[in-house]
């Protein structure tokens, strides 16, 4: 994967991703959504043939710092995977 910070401000940050699936991103910006603190979280798939996604986040300041909402929903969706990973070895 490679990864490549666009923009970093306080309260935006955009995120361009190669060579990875964009559903990652999707669940991401899923979990983001979810938070009062963040007005828009999506994803942009430029082609699907070039592999290539951006992740755009938008918070309100005053809450949030982007970047720390981005932490944020990484650790919870780190912490699905792992729930996730323990379901299928009950099975």
């Known amino acids: 994967m490679q990864l490549r910070i666009v923009t970093l401000r306080e309260d935006f940050v955009e995120i361009e991703v190669e060579n990875e699936d964009p559903s990652i991103l999707d669940s991401l ?3 983001l ?3 009062d ?3 828009y979280a999506g994803v942009v798939v430029e082609h699907p043939l070039t592999m290539k996604s951006i992740l755009r986040v938008k918070t309100d300041k005053q ?3 982007a970047k720390d909402a981005l932490t944020k929903a990484l650790s919870e969706l780190s912490k699905l995977a ?3 990973e323990e379901k299928i070895k009950e099975l």
């Open 63 to 65: 809450k949030m710092l």
């Open 37 to 39: 603190e963040v007005e």
């Open 82 to 84: 792992e729930e996730f």
């Open 33 to 35: 959504q979810r938070m």
């Open 29 to 31: 910006a899923e979990i």
